[in-house]
């Protein structure tokens, strides 16, 4: 009886190895994204502020595409010219180089202008922070700073913001201050590249004494993972990520639009997280539900992923491979998380089975058998996989390490090196024993 | 009664009769000879009859102490070379002949008058000659096989050079534990490590080696700097792989210095550690000057072999087949002919347990067969713990005899005192005790 319902089983595994072969696409009719280009309009239309510009000129710098560039650039001249960061319009000009026709050359008339408003703005406000010092109203000092930070940022001076945003913390009075202080600081090390920073004035700003809203604390969230992110902490950055209530909207476009916590989020599950772990916060969590819609193609992907479909999933990586590689944030760990993901669907493939044909899994990853091998060997290697590939008959088995005979190697291993180790230290307490009692004749010689 | 005798003494032919007289008598017969030998070295030197013709006079086995006084004045001038076969064919005799009881009355003597049969023979360059009575004469000098005397080392040189590296295993299983010389020890383990490595007993060999390296030692020697080399690749030949760091019982001085002296070594364990033949062999072709001068080149090509062994072991973890080709192609070999010769021969050697298929060129790998059930075994593992058992007591032994020892107790108290002093006070204190 038991052995007809594994019979029945077996089969059943059979049928859902050809279904993740050839047989994926006319089963389900899923839309699945084709990995045509980037709309950048679209793209840029999700980010606000300094990031926006930033992205823009990040993607121009990263596609091989020339009119994707040239769009690229386009959209960012226009961008910069909306702000006052004459540095930053100077080098987007540059970077045009004349390509976009007369309308898109330097234009000295807007940055005389706006780098002499600039100027004055610059001494107003150095004039009334210093009427507010003598004054010593603490609010009043504050704001001064505060709007000194403002200020460097729009002109893009980093480092410059960072200081007096930092300032304003003497002056706080109420929790409300100082979490406004941190969200500040937060922005302005995100843009720097200052990961370290932003974890300080995460915690920070989690210490305040009153409950956060939950805007704040979703954009605390978001840049808590991206810390993380960066840090390649992918587990923590996916738990991060997760975390982050649907409250945070559009309200944090200056650094992160929603789509990207799903994508960040949902990659970085995948990559780190285990089966159930998949199941219980990814897609049973209804907070991060409302994220993935807007990115359907990585809802599709975790789905595929945790149903066993493999060769869907990957083909929706693959297809989105090449729009990721042009995120600011995630450029550098694609390569990475992909290969994690990949790795870790090798390994859940080859779990239940104690002997896996190797053609039937090379057609599930729509590889060839060889690559295939190749993949399985460092997995092993890295113990990863307990098994040993059969290369002859192209079957994969799998291993059950013996305890007893592993116990008993360990047993003889260890009394070995004990009895190696207590000789050696005999002989040494002799010799320091000998070189003692030489040191004593001596001296009493 | 000493003055007495030494009134009797004038002349070397008394004193051979006090030999005859005494040597054959109690204990106490033997240490009166003994004193009266002592006294008589300048007699010896200034007496008109050659010493020779009275060793003649004398039985080595009977009159064994007597016979090394005069033979250690007999051979203390120099020797021609010509005479130096005739000398050292004396020395053999007497060294087989002798009584043990009486030689470790003076063994200084015995040990100079080895040292000097040691440098005859090599002087006729007839090492092998030396190996069997150098053997007895380490026998006869031990008061225990836990000892190790001045002349281990001299024995084990002259296996080294005589090729006779079975000879030398005989004395390398006897477990040392009592050390006089530091210097002693240091040549006694460098010369038995690399005995194993001509034997191939790697284990043993890095067991020898490491003691040298992690010995106490207050200055940084030559022996340390040659073993750690050795240590370096013998370690890749026998783990694959190599740590830097030092256990911590090692001296200051040793971790401190070896390295600076062995840096193409290290390199070479650097290489070995990426896994790829070719970058290994390029290591080898910069170095091979000074592996050469330090006459480890055939250790260093060993290494390179052990490189293939390896990479076809850790194909087995992988595969329980695998074609000749692929693994020619994986390990890096010219061709499947050459894959297979090396497969082959590490079946032979029991590395790798495979059967080769040479119809399809396929080999099918296997787990190792042991399963821990045979009586033999069985009778291993118990023997293995016998042995840690007498270890174990041995520990607790030599911890008691420390804890009683005057010189280590005055030594731990005067640091104790010192220590809790400097806390207090920064002033100096000197304590005695």
């Known amino acids: ?445 | 009664m000493g003055g007495g005798m030494n009134l009797n003494m004038n002349s070397a032919e008394s004193l051979v009769a006090q030999i005859l007289g005494l040597s054959g008598g109690s204990a106490k017969d033997l240490a009166h000879l003994h004193h009266l030998l002592k006294q008589s070295d300048d007699l010896l030197l200034s007496s008109d009859s050659p010493p020779a013709s009275l060793l003649s006079q004398l039985d080595p086995s009977v009159h064994s102490l007597g016979y090394l006084y005069i033979l250690e004045v007999c051979t203390s001038g120099p020797i021609s070379k010509e005479q130096s076969g005739e000398v050292a064919l004396l020395i053999a005799r007497f060294i087989e002949a002798c009584k043990a009881d009486q030689i470790c009355l003076a063994p200084d003597k015995f040990i100079s008058v080895c040292k000097r049969f040691k440098d005859q023979v090599l002087l006729v360059e007839a090492p092998i000659r030396g190996v069997a009575p150098m053997l007895t004469a380490v026998r006869k000098l031990q008061t225990s096989s836990e000892q190790l005397t001045a002349l281990h080392s001299d024995f084990l040189l002259l296996c080294l050079l005589a090729k006779c590296y079975k000879t030398g295993l005989s004395v390398l299983e006897d477990y040392i534990y009592e050390v006089d010389q530091p210097r002693d020890f240091f040549l006694y383990c460098y010369y038995g490590g690399m005995i194993c490595i001509g034997q191939k007993q790697f284990h043993k060999a890095l067991e020898l080696l490491h003691n040298v390296v992690t010995a106490p030692m207050s200055a940084v020697n030559a022996i340390a700097v040659e073993a750690y080399k050795k240590y370096i690749l013998v370690s890749l030949i026998h783990f694959g792989q190599f740590s830097t760091s030092f256990p911590k019982y090692t001296s200051s001085v040793a971790q401190r210095n070896l390295k600076n002296f062995s840096q193409p070594y290290l390199d070479l364990a650097n290489s070995y550690s990426t896994g790829k033949i070719s970058e290994l062999e390029s290591c080898v072709q910069t170095n091979k000057e000074k592996f050469e001068t330090d006459y480890n080149l055939g250790l260093v090509k060993q290494v390179v072999s052990s490189m293939y062994k390896r990479n076809i072991q850790r194909l087995t973890q992988t595969y329980l087949t695998l074609s000749l080709q692929d693994i020619a192609n994986t390990v890096q070999l010219k061709s499947s002919k050459e894959a297979e010769m090396h497969v082959l021969q590490m079946i032979q050697d029991g590395e790798i347990y495979a059967t080769i298929n040479q119809k399809d060129g396929m080999v099918r790998f296997f787990e190792d067969p042991e399963q821990y059930k045979s009586c033999q075994m069985i009778e291993h593992i118990d023997s293995s713990i016998q042995r840690v058992m007498v270890l174990s007591k041995k520990l607790s032994t030599m911890e008691e005899q420390m804890s009683c020892d005057p010189l280590y107790l005055s030594k731990v108290g005067r640091e104790r005192h010192r220590y809790d002093f400097e806390d207090l006070d920064s002033a100096p204190h000197k304590f005695n005790i």
């Open chain 1, 1 to 445: 009886m038991e052995d007809e319902d594994d019979l029945a089983g077996q089969m059943m595994d059979e049928s859902e190895i050809y279904s993740n072969g050839d047989g994926a696409e006319t089963q389900r009719h899923r839309p699945i994204i084709s990995g045509e280009q980037l709309d950048i309009e679209a793209y840029a239309a999700m980010y606000s502020g300094r990031t926006k510009i930033m992205r823009l000129l990040f993607i121009a710098e990263q596609c091989d595409n020339v009119s994707m560039q040239l769009e690229a650039l386009r959209m960012a001249y226009d961008e910069v010219k909306k702000g006052e960061n004459t540095h930053l319009f100077g080098e987007v000009v540059q970077k045009i180089d004349g390509r976009l026709g007369p309308n898109y050359g330097p234009d000295s008339s807007w940055t005389d202008t706006v780098d002499h408003r600039a100027e004055q703005r610059k001494e107003k406000l150095e004039n009334e922070l210093n009427a507010y010092r003598t004054n010593l109203i603490k609010e009043s000092i504050r704001m001064g700073h505060n709007d000194f930070g403002n200020f460097y940022y729009a002109h893009g001076a980093l480092a410059e913001a960072f200081k007096n945003y930092v300032r304003t913390r003497d002056y706080c009075t109420t929790s409300k201050h100082i979490v406004h202080m941190c969200s500040n600081a937060i922005l302005v090390s995100i843009e720097m590249g200052q990961f370290t920073h932003v974890t300080n004035y995460i915690s920070k700003a989690e210490q305040s004494q009153d409950a956060l809203d939950a805007v704040t604390s979703a954009k605390l969230r978001c840049a808590a993972g991206l810390a993380h992110l960066e840090g390649k902490k992918y587990k923590l950055a996916a738990r991060k990520f997760l975390e982050t209530s649907p409250e945070l909207g559009n309200h944090y476009t200056e650094v992160i639009a929603p789509q990207d916590v799903a994508t960040y989020g949902g990659l970085c599950a995948l990559a780190s997280f285990d089966r159930t772990e998949l199941k219980t916060k990814v897609i049973d969590n209804i907070n991060f539900r409302n994220f993935l819609e807007l990115v359907p193609a990585i809802r599709e992907l975790i789905q595929d992923f945790y149903t066993s479909h493999y060769a869907s999933c990957l083909e929706y990586l693959e297809n989105m491979k090449a729009n990721l590689l042009l995120d600011i944030h995630l450029h550098d760990h694609v390569e990475t998380l992909f290969d994690q993901i990949r790795n870790k669907a090798l390994i859940q493939y080859t779990h239940p089975f104690v002997s896996v044909d190797l053609r039937m899994m090379a057609n599930a990853f729509k590889t060839s058998v060889t690559g295939l091998e190749k993949e399985l060997e460092a997995l092993i290697t890295e113990n990863q996989i307990q098994a040993r590939i059969d290369s002859h008959n192209k079957v994969l088995y799998a291993r059950h390490a013996d305890q007893r005979n592993a116990t008993f190697q360990r047993v003889l291993l260890t009394g070995g090196e004990f009895d190696r180790d207590v000789r050696a230290m005999l002989l040494r307490a002799s010799l320091m024993k000998h070189e003692h009692s030489l040191k004593v004749s001596r001296k009493q010689h």
